[in-house]
């Protein structure tokens, strides 16, 4: 907890031994955190009535009113359930497990050392941060942030939508890059549908899925007995693009023949089909898109040079759904109100919104639609749950607990342990890990002694 998050809680401590509530008060005042005090549950109901405390660490056994009655107390009144930490003593503890069934927040057993209660407050704190930030991005899905289909309301997506308006309508080349999944073609068709073109075709083409003798004429199109099968002339896609927007999608994938013939298209603005002995004029504008590192691709002999830098006019990347978290709150509002279209009309519960914040995404948008599908479909109630979520995504969510600090361990046996989960994540991509982890990957094969093979 940094100083000045906890400069914005209120904790309230509750302890009838006078000594004991003001060394309690020291130390977390000394934390930054802003502590008043009660000597037991009457007082603190008092105080309780003039500001409202999110946290509230309370002994059990008080004179006057005890810490169970103020616990059902607080329960009735309180608009918004506060972190009540108990302290209490060990023959006290069968209590205390009936008390966290029926509200508390955590225990502490005398006697205990500072740290103990510090560590349970900071995970309180935790909590009430995660709490905060979610009503936040509920408030804010009632607005709106959108770009035709694009949607977002992160400092990386406004950057997004401000740049897509300043080159929508110049004709230069646009290079896109990200990963798997992050929405690369819905970016494209937002700069299409924002330009000058967006009344004329948009045509999106899967270079990796096209097989590579087939490419070719796809694109430029065939004139009648190019070839066995050429019966009658074809338009290409670029043709088919005509004054609009052709989208060569996974370029990375496109063989190298056939990227000399990309670049003489780029460099001339022409065409010639295969079997035709003339060119033809195109006038659409090209968009590439890939989830590799195109300079990287072009250092390692897998990408003309030439190619890349006529592409690469506007370059824009198109950020993982891990770097623009506070947008899952309105894709999964956008994508249920799909369904709710269809007459299903669902919601997902606060803790599946919280797994949804802490989830890594390897998957990005396109994991996140598919869950919100599955869920929508097989979900019996009116509100998704953990319980409806699948299996692989709440094993990560296990994997992610096992980070925690119940066990204490060296810094370098914590760094070692996180670079082992990312590459496991990875499936051993060392390349990519290294990309998530900010680090290159001979550090990587350091770090970890020599044992990547």
Not at 97 to 104: D, E, S, T, V
Not at 198 to 221: H, R, T, Y
Not at 277 to 287: K, L, Q, T, Y
Not at 352 to 373: A, K, S, T
Request: glycine share 6%; aromatic share 6%; net charge neutral.
């Amino acid at each position: 907890m940094f100083m000045d998050e906890a400069k914005k809680i209120h904790i309230l401590v509750v302890e009838d031994d006078q000594d004991m509530r003001d060394f309690i008060e020291e130390i977390l005042s000394e934390r930054g955190y802003i502590v008043s005090t009660a000597a037991n549950g009457k007082e603190a109901l008092d105080r309780l009535e003039e500001r409202a405390f999110p946290i509230i660490v309370s002994d059990l056994k008080m004179p006057v009113m005890d810490g169970i009655t103020l616990l059902d107390k607080i329960g009735t009144r309180a608009t918004v359930k506060p972190f009540v930490i108990l302290i209490t003593a060990f023959g006290d503890i069968d209590d205390v497990i009936k008390l966290m069934n029926r509200g508390a927040y955590d225990y502490i057993i005398k006697p205990f050392k500072m740290d103990q209660l510090l560590i349970s407050v900071g995970k309180a704190a935790g909590e009430l941060a995660m709490r905060r930030k979610i009503e936040e991005l509920e408030q804010i899905t009632k607005g709106h942030h959108s770009l035709h289909d694009l949607i977002g309301k992160s400092p990386s997506m406004h950057r997004l939508f401000r740049f897509i308006e300043k080159i929508a309508d110049t004709s230069g080349n646009i290079l896109l890059e990200g990963d798997t999944g992050t929405g690369k073609e819905v970016v494209a068709r937002s700069i299409h549908h924002t330009s000058i073109r967006k009344d004329k075709p948009f045509v999106p083409v899967n270079c990796a899925a096209i097989p590579e003798g087939l490419l070719e004429s796809e694109l430029f199109g065939y004139v009648k007995g190019a070839f066995t099968d050429a019966a009658s002339d074809k338009k290409g896609l670029f043709v088919e693009a005509a004054d609009g927007t052709i989208l060569l999608d996974e370029i990375g994938e496109m063989p190298l023949a056939l990227q000399a013939k990309i670049l003489r298209v780029l460099q001339d603005r022409q065409i010639r089909p295969v079997g035709s002995n003339g060119s033809f004029p195109v006038h659409a504008r090209v968009i590439a898109a890939t989830n590799k590192n195109l300079k990287d691709e072009v250092d390692g002999g897998r990408f003309r040079e030439d190619l890349y830098y006529r592409l690469n006019i506007f370059k824009i990347e198109v950020p993982p759904l891990r770097e623009r978290r506070e947008d899952i709150p309105l894709l999964i509002r956008e994508f249920l109100n799909r369904y709710e279209r269809d007459g299903k009309k669902v919601k997902v519960s606060r803790e599946v919104l919280r797994f949804f914040l802490d989830y890594p995404w390897p998957g990005n948008i396109r994991e996140l639609e598919n869950v919100i599908e599955r869920c929508v479909v097989l979900v019996e109630g009116e509100e998704i749950s953990l319980h409806d979520l699948p299996r692989e995504m709440l094993a990560v969510r296990q994997e992610q607990e096992d980070f925690s600090f119940a066990r204490v361990m060296s810094l370098a046996d914590m760094e070692m342990k996180y670079i082992k989960y990312i590459l496991d994540k990875c499936n051993g991509n060392k390349q990519k890990s290294a990309s998530l982890l900010g680090i290159n990957r001979k550090t990587i094969h350091r770090k970890l002694g020599g044992e990547m093979k």
